[in-house]
Nanobody, 119 residues
Framework: VQLQASGGGLVQAGGSLRLSCAAT????????VGWFRQAPGKEREFVAA????????HYADYVKGRFTISRDNARNTVYLQMNSLKPEDTAVYYC?????????????WGQGTLVTVSS
């Protein structure tokens, strides 16, 4: 599965951005998908995740109430709507897809998209 993340950019504090993670393979719809981020000089950290069906979502405490993850399996795309952005949200955002099939884990990373929030 090849993942293409897009939608990053420069935004002022309090603004919004929507990130997209697109895949060409139809099997993407069977993967759990998550967003992670890595700020300069810091470890990569979890942001949000969504089940293959879209029914179950999970958020890190520091984005809860501000970010929303969703997916459109017909378009093989997962979105991350980011509202009320803060300077500390500045990071490269990566999407990740994984699934367990016949006791083997398959996982893939996208290339990342840069989000810069100015104060």
């Amino acid at each position: 599965v090849q993942l293409q993340a897009s939608g990053g950019g420069l935004v002022q504090a309090g603004g919004s951005l929507r990130l997209s993670c697109a895949a060409t393979e139809r099997t993407f719809a069977t993967y759990r998908v998550g967003w992670f981020r890595q700020a300069p000089g810091k470890e990569r950290e979890f942001v949000a995740a969504i089940s293959w069906s879209g029914v179950v979502t999970h958020y890190a405490d520091y984005v809860k109430g501000r970010f929303t993850i969703s997916r459109d399996n017909a378009r093989n795309t997962v979105y991350l709507q980011m509202n009320s952005l803060k300077p500390e949200d500045t990071a490269v955002y990566y999407c990740h897809a994984d699934q367990v099939f016949q006791f083997r884990t398959y996982d893939y990373w996208g290339q990342g998209t840069l989000v810069t929030v100015s104060s």
